[in-house]
């Protein structure tokens, strides 16, 4: 069964890609290399001993994208990952956000609805959750205005799904609400490679313990939770990449009641800023250099997902630890780094 993953040598991409290997899957790759590396297929290789086949092209690029499924009509499934993701970046660059994120994924989804499989996972994102007034968060919690033309994205193309599935009952969807995803593949021959310096909090951190950083700034102290730094739901990367492929299983094997479906995937737990990093101390035996700072513009006080519907219905649960997480990281950080 042939699975279409578009940015499949980004982070999370490559992950997925290497789980629905290893579940069997026929896996074809676009990826336009704006955010990503052509070496990552050599590493999702010696993971998964299969060469998934790779295809460079522009999403943006619509007449391409419809000679791409014209020759891949087989597709049974699409694992839709590409999209700009820099927050900070998407506040200046507002209409190149737009139109990357929001016209390649209409470009997709018409392509999609003539498959005879027309199958369709999306990439959302806890964002659109804003500040939640409940924890932990239900996929019924409502959405909230955008902090950034980023989430923004989201918001809108989980719109774009709703009001296509509504409309075309041959398209079955899901979006995932992914909370923080950290981590890398345990054998360090994948993970996040984050352009410049880092926005997120672990690469930063690890970063610095490899030397490239001199100090992480904390920031901000002074939230209301038990140690006053920010409260996050840190999802192992390979645990979320799994969730991909339990999703797309259930779309093929048509155990959705409805043809959109969202759901939250995180841990159920949250973590401080602080904890992240006893953690990331505990499991690497460094000290870590870091110092509080100011508060960060727009940074939410505490997010952590209520899992009981991705639990129950999708049959899925986060295993890894943050402890795991934060050892696969810093192994990928020596990896990239020959320390
Ligand atoms: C951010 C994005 C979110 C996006 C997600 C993708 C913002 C406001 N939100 O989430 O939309 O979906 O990345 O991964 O940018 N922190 C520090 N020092 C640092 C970096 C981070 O203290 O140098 C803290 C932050 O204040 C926050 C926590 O670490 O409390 C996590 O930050 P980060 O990794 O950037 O993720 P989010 O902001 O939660």
Not at 63 to 80: L, P
Not at 95 to 120: G, P, R
Not at 144 to 161: C, L, R, V
């Amino acid at each position: 069964m042939k699975v279409l993953v578009t940015g499949g040598l980004g982070f999370i991409g490559s992950h997925t890609v290497v789980e629905l290997q290893n579940k069997g899957f026929e896996v074809v790759i676009i990826d336009n290399l704006s955010n990503s590396s052509i070496e990552v297929l050599d590493g999702i290789e010696a993971i998964s001993g299969v060469r998934p086949l790779f295809e460079e092209l522009d999403l943006k690029e619509k007449s391409r994208v419809e000679e791409f499924f014209k020759a891949h009509k087989d597709i049974v499934g699409v694992i839709h990952f590409a999209a700009s993701k820099a927050v900070g970046e998407s506040v200046n660059e507002p209409l190149m956000y737009y139109e990357n994120n929001l016209n390649t994924l209409i470009y997709v989804l018409k392509s999609v609805l003539h498959l005879d499989s027309a199958n369709f996972i999306f990439s959302s994102s806890c964002t659109v959750y804003g500040q939640a007034d409940e924890l932990p968060i239900l996929e019924s919690a409502p959405v909230k205005p955008a902090e950034s033309p980023y989430g923004n994205t989201k918001q809108i193309g989980e719109e774009i799904i709703v009001d296509t599935c509504k409309v075309r009952s041959n398209l079955n969807a899901i979006s995932l609400r992914y909370f923080n995803p950290i981590g890398a593949h345990a054998s360090a021959k994948i993970g996040e490679l984050p352009l410049g310096v880092p926005q997120n909090l672990v690469p930063f951190i690890t970063q610095t313990a490899a030397g490239l950083r001199e100090q992480l700034a904390v920031f901000g102290d002074d939230y209301p939770t038990p140690d006053g730094t920010c409260i996050r739901d840190y999802i192992h990367v390979v645990d979320l990449a799994k969730a991909h492929v339990v999703a797309l299983q259930r779309l093929l094997e048509k155990k959705n009641p409805e043809n959109y479906e969202v759901f939250n995937i995180g841990t159920g737990k949250g973590s401080s800023v602080l904890e992240v990093i006893q953690s990331f101390e505990k499991v690497t035996g460094l000290k870590l250099n870091y110092k509080i700072a100011e508060r960060r513009a727009g940074d939410v006080i505490q997010a952590f997902a209520d899992t009981s519907k991705s639990n129950e219905v999708l049959g899925w649960k986060a295993e890894l630890s943050l402890d795991d997480a934060m050892e696969s990281a810093w192994k990928w950080e020596k990896h990239i780094r020959n320390i």
